[in-house]
């Protein structure tokens, strides 16, 4: 049998279609071994048990141990090399920190969604949100701006805070529950610093080192329950999906009876 040329072929005729022969077929690739771009082709990654909370907890207690001390006991002395050194610490531990934590948190529930527990996402909002404030707060100390503008700031990061009391408390997570509302308090001082309320800062820097023990405490707690398996009242596993909060213990259980019988 004699095969087909051009010459044979009408001249408006297509040319034969080529058969690619030898290439593996793969769910990422069409039959010329091209990558596909349909709807069918997706990528799948692993859980993380891992995201990142202790860099974050840890970033902002460190900030909030160096600045407390000031406020409260005047030590270091406010001047200007020591509000640049406050200002360039600011930037960097509490502000890249968070900063980090909250965009790898927000790619990893958005692009990759290698995080599923949905308070992760409240973590995302308030480490980023927290991040990027820091980096003003740090450049304005270094700077020496006026920070009476920082009042509107204070009310809007008071929201945040209850956003995310309300979320953490909300799935049993208290010890993180209990860090927003240490954080709500140091906006609700700040306010009234940044008025002028003179005994407002010493509160100020009072709660900030409360709340960075404490801080201390969840990076400590996280570290330690994620490497060692140990079961330090802090919640840090990944959680599929829609699962449901959890439940209150016995105890929680028990109170709630005795004040409804109370009642």
């Known amino acids: ?3 087909s040329t051009a010459r044979d072929r009408p001249r408006h005729a297509p040319p034969p279609r080529r058969r690619y022969v030898g290439l593996p077929r793969r769910p990422w690739a069409n039959a010329a071994g091209r ?5 069918r082709c997706g990528v799948n990654f692993t859980v993380s048990a891992f995201p990142p909370l202790a860099l974050g907890y840890f970033g902002l207690g460190t900030g909030y141990l160096m600045w407390g001390p000031q406020e409260l006991l005047g030590w270091p002395k406010r001047g ?3 509000d640049r050194a406050l200002g360039v610490w600011g930037i960097w531990l509490p502000g890249f920190c968070q900063f980090i934590s909250g965009i790898v ?3 990893g529930l958005t692009w990759f969604q290698v995080f ?10 308030a480490f980023s949100a927290y991040g990027i404030h ?3 707060l740090g450049w304005n100390r270094c700077q020496g701006n006026d920070h009476r503008p920082n009042a509107g700031m204070t009310i809007a990061y008071m929201l945040i ?3 995310g009391a309300t979320v953490f408390f909300a799935v049993g997570d208290w010890p993180v529950g209990v860090l927003f509302v240490g954080l709500f308090a140091v906006y609700f001082c700040h306010f009234f610093t940044t008025i002028g309320v003179g005994v407002a800062e010493r509160v100020l820097g009072l709660v900030r080192i409360l709340t960075g023990a404490w801080l201390m405490y969840l990076t400590y707690a996280v570290v330690v329950n994620l490497r060692l398996g140990y079961h330090w009242p802090v919640r840090h596993e990944p959680v599929a999906a ?3 909060p959890r439940q209150p213990t016995r105890r929680v259980l028990r109170a709630v009876k005795r004040i409804r019988l109370r009642q």
């Not at 990558?35 to 709807?39: A, H, K």
């Not at 527990?117 to 909002?125: C, G, K, R, S, T």
């Open 161 to 163: 805070s209850a956003m």
């Open 105 to 107: 948190l927000i790619i």
């Open 116 to 125: 599923k527990a949905p308070p992760e996402y409240m973590a995302a909002l």
């Open 80 to 82: 200007e090399r020591a």
């Open 242 to 244: 829609g699962e449901r």
């Open 134 to 136: 820091w980096f003003a």
């Open 35 to 39: 990558l596909r771009t349909d709807s």
């Open 1 to 3: 049998m004699r095969t």
